[in-house]
Each structure stands twice: as structure tokens, then as C-alpha cells.
T-cell receptor
Framework: GDSVTQMEGPVTLSEEAFLTINCTYT??????LFWYVQYPGEGLQLLLK?????DKGSNKGFEATYRKETTSFHLEKGSVQVSDSAVYFC????????????FGTGTQLKVEL | DVKVTQSSRYLVKRTGEKVFLECVQD?????MFWYRQDPGLGLRLIYF???????EKGDIPEGYSVSREKKERFSLILESASTNQTSMYLC???????????FGSGTRLTVV
């Protein structure tokens, strides 16, 4: 079945450092790919998405590119802030529609001054 | 903006109690979902619903049931709460999965 694998955390960075959180997936065809963010004590919020190969999703300085050849959707940000501290989830919806999101286990990011 | 509202942020219940978790969405979405979130396990789908009175089991339905009598409301029921059901419960809705989900703020349930 479909699955999503994320790098384990926590990831601890200094403010203004470069961020990469790795995400790879297993699915047939061309799933839609998502990154969600969960701030402490809150639900999940959609951060960005990409629906076809080579698409780049972007939002709030975060970016991720849909790489079909490596089945990856790595999250990047050029300069993190303390306010980016949260848990980040990679997720997919199967190609051909469908409504069930499959999530990775989440990666906690801690940004320190 | 779509809003998904979960009726309680925190709940404490006793073992054996019947527990109702309520979720309401305001954008006429067809699809609604219940997940539980546990450290190290990520999000696991309990039940989902594509339409009023329709429900389907997710990956971990045991010990849970759901009710969807109106399009905007999706209830999760713990028939007889147990300590291993202590968790964060997240409700979500979507018009179409490829657009992503909108989540509620979550209910942290503790069963003692």
C-alpha cells in the first residue's frame, strides 16, 4: 500500500539556518503530495502542496519540489525563525482521486536563538 | 476560511464511560475524518465518511464508532473508554482529497 517516510527528529537549528526535512513516498502513479505543519497545542495546517511531477509548492518561505524520479518531496527553507518551531508532516493522496491522506510520522523542528 | 470545530480541547473520562467527541465543519464538505495522534506513531485514521449516514473504517476502528446524521457534523464515539484510548483526536474535512484537508484544533482525551 501507499506509504510516506520522513526523517526522524527532532531537528534542532539555530535561527537563520537552512532547513531540509526529507520525505520519500511509495505509491503507484502520480499521487498528490502535501506538507502540513502542527504548532504546539494545535491541529494541523496545510503548508503547501504539489499535484504533479516537477511542481514546486511554496508558502511562508517554505518550498518543496515533487520529484517523481526519486519519489521525494523534501521540505526546505532558506532561513528559519524561532516561530517555525513545530512538527511537520508529509502526506499523500493516491493518484486518480480518492480522499484518504496517508501521513508520515512527523518531524519535530526546534529553532533556537 | 473553512472552519472545523471540535467541541472540546481537553477531556478527562473514566474507564468504561461512553465518550462522544463532536466535530462540525462550516463549508459543506462531503468528506469528514477522524484521526488519532500518538507520539512516534503519527496520525492514524479511525473512521471516515463520504456522505450523510455513510461511514467507512479506517486503519484502527476497533473500540470506536461514528455517527453522521447531518452533513456538517461527524461524531466519534468510544463505546467503553479504555486507558489505551488516551490520545489526541483530530477531526478533518475536505471537498476533495487532492485539495488537502482542513483540520480542527484537536481534542486531548485522557482516560483514567
Amino acid at each position: 500500500g501507499d506509504s510516506v517516510t520522513q526523517m526522524e527528529g527532532p531537528v534542532t537549528l539555530s535561527e537563520e539556518a537552512f532547513l531540509t526535512i526529507n520525505c520519500t513516498y511509495t505509491a503507484t502513479g502520480y499521487p498528490s503530495l502535501f506538507w502540513y505543519v502542527q504548532y504546539p497545542g494545535e491541529g494541523l495546517q496545510l503548508l503547501l502542496k504539489a499535484t504533479k511531477a516537477d511542481d514546486k509548492g511554496s508558502n511562508k518561505g517554505f518550498e518543496a519540489t515533487y520529484r517523481k524520479e526519486t519519489t521525494s518531496f523534501h521540505l526546505e527553507k532558506g532561513s528559519v525563525q524561532v516561530s517555525d518551531s513545530a512538527v511537520y508532516f508529509c502526506a499523500l493522496v493516491p493518484s486518480g482521486g480518492g480522499n484518504k491522506l496517508t501521513f508520515g510520522t512527523g518531524t519535530q523542528l526546534k529553532v533556537e536563538l | 476560511d473553512v472552519k472545523v470545530t471540535q467541541s472540546s480541547r481537553y477531556l478527562v473520562k473514566r474507564t468504561g464511560e461512553k465518550v462522544f467527541l463532536e466535530c462540525v465543519q462550516d463549508m459543506d464538505h462531503e468528506n469528514m475524518f477522524w484521526y488519532r495522534q500518538d507520539p512516534g506513531l503519527g496520525l492514524r485514521l479511525i473512521y471516515f465518511s463520504y456522505d450523510v449516514k455513510m461511514k467507512e473504517k479506517g486503519d484502527i476502528p476497533e473500540g470506536y464508532s461514528v455517527s453522521r446524521e447531518k452533513k456538517e457534523r461527524f461524531s466519534l464515539i468510544l463505546e467503553s473508554a479504555s486507558t489505551n484510548q488516551t490520545s489526541m483526536y483530530l477531526c478533518a474535512s475536505s471537498e476533495d482529497g487532492s485539495y488537502g484537508y482542513t483540520f480542527g484544533s484537536g481534542t486531548r482525551l485522557t482516560v483514567v
